[in-house]
């Protein structure tokens, strides 16, 4: 069985993994054609980014306590 951190952290990104949908979907809606796929893309990877660096921070604090 998974440690207890493991477990919310996996929840906690379901949870990051579906607002990306929604806020990425609303920032293309007004695309249209193969131009809604680029758009989305160049969304989620301005969100992957983010959640990356949120996660280093994480990991860097937990690795300093």
Do not use: N
Not at 26 to 35: I, K, L
């Amino acid at each position: 069985r998974e440690p207890r951190a493991v477990r919310a952290l996996r929840a906690e990104q379901r949870g990051w993994e579906a607002t990306r949908e929604r806020v990425c979907r609303a920032r293309s809606r007004g695309a249209t054609g193969a131009r809604w796929g680029v758009a989305r893309a160049s969304c989620y990877a301005q969100l992957a980014v983010r959640r990356a660096r949120e996660l280093d921070a994480r990991r860097a604090r937990v690795a300093a306590s």
